[in-house]
């Protein structure tokens, strides 16, 4: 199987603070990560790349001190988003890339709901 | 980047029928992946198929490399069909606006 976990599922914040949120591959490694985020109605939106050991790979007009990912070990990243507004509110979505027989599959978190007040 | 269009955007069924979904991207592609996203917004895979075609259970997909498209085809449809299918290709997954798909028992 490929399972990919998400935590927490739903986060309300002050507007201000911070939240971090964490993307786990339980049964596979994955040097590869992706943060997506998703509005209403609409499609997902590829945020950045996170690739471990090293350092993020931002989409253009995403900003990388607002939206700070870590990449630690090969079955977890961290999204956090700093100083949350009400317009950081929105659906995060993270994915992990399988390698499995020269094909490389996403599987995808179940997201994470982000309200920010 | 490439870029992806699925038609129709939305669809409505009644319970039992079959419908298809295309895909259409910009650039020739190494893969394609279908997803259904959930009315709770779990994105579930459902094919990898950079040509040719699958079957899983009711729901079909073929690709056409060569005229850059995919088809998804789901044959007597259920209530739990309901969600939104999205296409996409790599690398980095650039996603097509999704088709809705509402059926209704």
């Known amino acids: 199987g490929a399972v990919v976990s998400q935590h927490p599922s739903w986060v309300i914040c002050k507007s201000g603070t911070s939240v971090k949120i964490e993307c786990r591959s339980l049964?596979?490694?994955?040097?590869?990560m992706f943060w997506y985020r998703q509005f209403p109605k609409q499609s997902l939106m590829l945020m950045a790349t996170?690739?471990?050991?090293?350092?993020?790979?931002?989409e253009q007009g995403v900003e990388k001190d607002k939206f700070l990912i870590n990449h630690a070990s090969l079955t977890l990243s961290t999204l956090t988003v700093t100083s949350a507004h009400p317009e950081d509110s929105s659906f995060y979505i993270c994915?992990?890339?399988?390698?499995?027989?020269?094909?490389?599959?996403?599987?995808f978190g179940p997201g994470t709901r982000l309200l920010v007040l | 980047g490439i870029q992806v269009e699925q038609s129709p955007p939305d669809l409505i069924l009644q319970e039992g029928a079959n419908s298809t979904l295309r895909c259409n991207f910009s650039d020739s592609v190494n893969n394609l992946q279908w997803f259904h996203q959930n009315p709770w917004g779990q994105l579930i895979n459902l094919f990898y198929i950079p040509s040719g075609t699958k079957q899983n259970g009711r729901l079909s997909a073929t690709t056409v490399a060569t005229e850059r498209y995919s088809l998804l085809y789901i044959s007597s449809s259920q209530t739990t069909d309901s969600g939104v299918y999205f296409c996409a290709a790599p690398y980095k997954l650039s996603f097509g606006a999704g088709t809705t798909v509402t059926v209704r028992a």
């Open positions: 049964d596979f490694q994955a040097t590869t």
């Open positions: 996170s690739n471990e050991g090293s350092k993020a790979t931002y």
């Open positions: 994915s992990a890339l399988k390698p499995s027989g020269g094909q490389e599959t996403q599987y």
